[in-house]
């Protein structure tokens, strides 16, 4: 696979290095049979300025201070989703009470809701204040956009949000079979699937409009 890519990138260097028009070589690759995402992507490494040979983009590179913004960013993303749900099915079981639920308990129930809160209120501002400091970072050097733990902490973030909503669906489906539907129950559903829908729809939106600016 490594081999194949490089001969792309031989291919686009020496093509671009002859003359030849970014269409012509994009319709010369793509008619034989290489996906569209890696002409772009070959061709993308290549900038577009008047030179004898071509000019090279700055690639992104991995760096130690950027993984652990990024860790920091999603890490509390999660705890702040987590905590934000926990306190909505906090404050949706003291509403409407259940004391034969066997998780009911005032005093734990206080207590959950008191941890939940102390979460959001450090968490949500970390994460607010790291996603702004990069996404300055990002308007400076749009490059960064393509960084390997981004785009995979990224990716992971939409797979837990898509496994949340899936999981939601499937006890909201499984719960209307059995005919056991309630406005608690209903009231938790909605919270999980708003949360881990506009964390899915987020991310989902940010990257299509990175490709769209590739």
């Known amino acids: 696979m490594a081999s194949a890519t490089q001969d792309l990138e031989w291919f686009v260097r020496e093509a671009l290095a002859k003359g030849e028009s970014r269409a ?14 890696q002409v772009r992507s070959a061709l993308g490494a290549y900038a577009e300025v008047p030179f004898s040979v071509p000019v090279p983009r700055p690639r992104p ?5 950027e993984a652990f913004l990024y860790l920091v960013l999603f890490a509390t993303l ?6 934000l749900g926990s306190l909505l099915f906090d404050l949706i079981n003291r509403a409407l009470p259940d004391p034969a639920d066997p998780d009911y308990v005032v005093g734990g129930l206080a207590r959950s809701m008191r941890w939940s809160t102390a979460s959001v209120i450090i968490a949500f501002p ?10 300055k ?3 400076r050097n749009p490059v960064k956009r393509l960084s390997t733990v981004r785009r995979w902490l990224t990716y992971l973030t939409l797979f837990l949000a898509a496994a ?13 079979l059995g005919g056991e539907l309630t406005l608690r129950f ?12 506009a964390i899915f729809g987020y991310y989902l939106l940010d990257l299509r409009r990175e490709e769209k600016e590739a």
Do not use: C, Q
């Not at 012509?24 to 995402?37: D, F, K, M, Q, Y």
């Open 186 to 197: 209903v009231l938790k559903v909605l919270v999980a699937a708003v949360i881990a829908g």
């Open 126 to 135: 970390v994460f607010l204040y790291v996603a702004h400091y990069l996404g």
């Open 61 to 65: 590179y991995l760096s130690a201070r």
């Open 164 to 176: 949340v909503l899936v999981g939601d669906m499937i006890t909201l489906v499984y719960n209307l």
């Open 24 to 37: 012509a070589v994009e319709a010369a690759l793509t008619a034989a049979g290489w996906p569209p995402e």
């Open 78 to 83: 999660y705890v702040s989703a987590y905590h």
């Open 137 to 139: 970072e990002l308007a």
